[in-house]
């Protein structure tokens, strides 16, 4: 039973970690410009995966404006897999959500040739 509560432990504090290193802005950003872009028939969670990487890697890069070294993810490290699962998220609700305005809008909006003539 220790090795288990030992492993949840683990688990709550990578989890927290991760919580706190948490930047959603880059994401969000990207998820907000995939979904404007997004066709109907592609799937979200493709998207999702294309807006994390570039966002990952400005995330990484940002330092560099500083004047820092560039600070890249150990993808080996239970925090970093947290955060990348939240991000995946996060950008999977961002481009839903847009998709959905999108949908709403052109359901609301005018149509084409719709009017008569008078």
């Given at each position: ?20 290193g ?16 997004q ?5 979200a ?16 890069l ?17 925090e ?15 481009i ?14 005018p149509?084409?040739n719709?009017?008569?003539a008078?």
């Amino acid at each position: 039973m220790g090795d288990f509560t030992q492993f949840l432990w683990a688990m709550w504090d990578s989890t927290q970690a991760a919580l706190i290193g948490l930047n959603p802005v880059p994401v969000v950003i990207f998820g907000l410009f995939f979904g404007m872009i997004q066709s109907r028939r592609m799937p979200a969670w493709i998207l999702a995966i294309l807006a994390v990487i570039p966002a990952v890697v400005i995330t990484a890069l940002l330092p560099r404006a500083i004047g820092y070294q560039a600070i890249w993810p150990d993808v080996l490290q239970l925090e970093v897999q947290i955060q990348i699962a939240m991000l995946l998220l996060i950008a999977y609700a961002t481009i839903r959500i847009m998709g959905l305005i999108k949908l709403t809008l052109s359901l609301i909006g005018p149509k084409t040739n719709s009017h008569k003539a008078v």
